[in-house]
């Protein structure tokens, strides 16, 4: 079965998801989730409160979207943030590379698809995760802030996700930057809508922060995540019993 791009689909996560599978392979399938997790929770336990940029892999380095994502990532590396992405090219590219050039830390948590990713240069530490489902929670999981730039499909999955693990409790009510008014205005006058048909409370549209300014990115993070949340930055000691090591990128 090809795809539009006339590439194979993922053999593994889209045999998956077809239905039931043969007993043996559902449980081997839950051994390589869970040891890509362990993997994950190894290779990212240092690296320090973190704010998540979620963005479009198709942007290049000319484009004004490129151009402030940069911007975003170095002015957040500034406050002392991790800057996390997915690792690819970009709006996660450009925010990487922004935190990378100003001298803060920057990660990624790369998706491995049959086609246009690949973990970018602008990374001290990145894990290449095989599902999406398994990505999202590594970055959802580190992080005390998102800011969403423009993007497609991956990055409205991305939002959406975070948002309702917020509105059903399940993560506290971090900071969610909505980067570019124009852009996602569209997007902005349907969650308006739903809010204005009761599909969800007025309460929700709090979550939410629409700005087309860097500074008021930063503004808006430090007063609702490092305020709030008391953020310090914590020395975290490796267990060498745990096969842990010094990495001179994080300061451990």
């Known amino acids: 079965m090809k795809t539009e ?26 051994f390589k ?13 240092f690296i320090g409160p973190c704010v998540t940029v979620f963005g479009s892999a198709r942007f290049t380095e000319d484009s004004e979207h490129y151009k402030n ?8 590396a500034k406050t002392g943030f991790t800057v996390m992405t997915g690792g690819g090219p970009g709006i996660m590219e450009a925010a990487n590379k922004g935190a990378f050039e100003a001298g803060g830390n920057s990660v990624g948590c790369n998706i491995i698809l049959p086609f246009e ?9 990145w894990i290449n995760i095989p599902y999406f489902f398994l990505r999202k929670v590594i970055l959802v999981k580190y992080s005390y802030a998102f800011v969403v730039m423009p993007g497609g499909f991956g990055t409205l999955d991305e939002l959406f996700e975070a948002l309702t693990l917020m509105q059903t409790k399940v993560i ?3 900071p969610v930057v909505i980067f570019d008014s124009e852009y996602h205005k569209k997007l902005c006058e349907h ?7 009761e599909s ?40 060498w019993w745990l ?8 300061g451990f």
Do not use: C, W
């Open 5 to 30: 791009k006339n590439v194979e689909l993922s053999k593994d996560e889209s045999l998956f998801v077809r239905g039931p599978l043969s007993r043996f392979k559902e449980l081997t399938f839950a």
């Open 33 to 45: 989730v869970f040891f890509n997790f362990i993997k994950a929770f190894r290779k990212m336990h």
């Open 69 to 76: 994502a940069k911007k975003i990532g170095a002015a957040l």
């Open 117 to 125: 990713q690949k973990p970018n240069p602008y990374l001290h530490k």
């Open 172 to 174: 506290q009510d971090f």
């Open 191 to 197: 969650i308006y809508l739903m809010a204005e048909n």
């Open 200 to 239: 969800i409370s007025p309460e929700d549209m709090k979550l939410l922060f629409v700005t087309d300014s860097v500074e008021d990115v930063i503004t808006h993070i430090e007063t609702h995540s490092i305020k709030k949340f008391g953020l310090v930055k914590k020395q975290v000691k490796p267990k």
């Open 243 to 250: 096969g842990e090591s010094i990495n001179k990128h994080f």
